[in-house]
């Protein structure tokens, strides 16, 4: 098939490798994006992770607790254009659709937006009648619900990128805990809470690649297995949110860090969702 220059722009800007890698690589896998990036890094490209939410484009990001930091709601309002997004009507409907979940807490996406709006219109049917209102298309693209014994929000500046951390004790130390660790979700991207949170067409791609890679460097064929079980454990350590790293200090991980904090203390769940 032809490879556009848009696809090729596309795939540059997923992975970080050149233009013309990528279009080597799109040419090779006949335009299959995914089979791409495994090209690339097969030929030992160092590349970005591809992650769902660089589908969004412009728009709002908004990650909130309950008053009782029991449960909190993270969503994603996407609009056309970034002069919108910056809007002050845009910014407060957005706080609204907030408002909404944190009262009601539907489980999903579809409750969210059957949800009344007020007297008149669903959320649904808001968001339609805002689309009239401001001119662009807009799309409730992403909600989710995280729940625990304190549940921690954490907001970057401009609300492009949001995190939720569940933790299983709550507590004033443990609140600060919680807000490192959602900011250590913020700039490090985990895939999983653990390996076991990595499912297992993701390992069996983590095993070829590191496998093949071991094969280009020369090593003996009997060895690449145990050489890309290596990298698969430091893949998990990069990957997986108790295993990485802890950012403030990088000589202990985030588990051994909430640890640290308090005997017992451990993530029960989190969310991330980013625009870029």
């Known amino acids: 098939m032809a490879i556009t220059a848009a696809d090729v722009n596309k ?11 990528c279009k080597n690589a799109l040419t090779e896998a006949n ?6 990036i495994d090209i690339l890094r097969k ?13 969004a484009r412009e728009g709002l990001i908004v990650a909130e607790a309950t008053k009782d930091g029991k449960v909190g709601i993270i969503l994603t309002l996407n609009c056309e254009t970034d002069f919108v997004a910056r809007n002050e009507n845009y910014v ?18 579809d409750e969210l937006l ?39 929000a954490y907001n970057h500046p401009g609300n492009q990128l949001a995190t939720l951390v569940g933790l299983n004790k709550a507590g004033a130390n443990i609140e600060d805990a919680g807000k490192q660790v959602a900011m250590q979700v913020a700039a490090m991207a985990p895939l999983a809470l653990n390996k076991d949170g990595i499912d297992q067409n993701t390992i069996d791609r983590e095993i070829e690649i590191g496998k093949e890679l071991a094969i280009q460097e020369g090593k003996p064929a009997d060895m690449a297995e145990k050489i890309s079980l290596g990298r698969l454990n430091k893949f998990f350590q990069e990957n997986t949110l ?10 202990v991980t985030v588990e051994e860090f909430l640890n640290q904090t308090e005997k017992g203390l451990t993530v ?6 980013s625009m870029r």
């Open 43 to 55: 030929k030992g490209q160092k590349i970005a992770a591809k992650r769902g939410e660089n589908e």
């Open 11 to 21: 795939l540059r800007q997923q992975t970080g490798a050149g233009m013309m890698d």
């Open 268 to 273: 029960t769940a989190f969310e991330r969702f």
């Open 114 to 152: 059957a949800l009344p709006y007020d007297d008149k219109l669903t959320v649904a049917e808001k968001i339609t009648e805002q689309v009239g209102v401001i001119g662009e298309k807009l799309d409730l693209s992403k909600y989710a619900v995280v729940k625990g014994e304190l549940v921690v």
């Open 242 to 251: 108790l295993s990485q790293a802890f950012v403030r200090d990088n000589k």
């Open 31 to 36: 335009g299959d994006f995914e089979a791409a």
């Open 92 to 109: 407060n409907f957005v706080q609204s659709l907030v408002n909404i979940a944190l009262d009601k807490l539907p489980a999903n996406i």
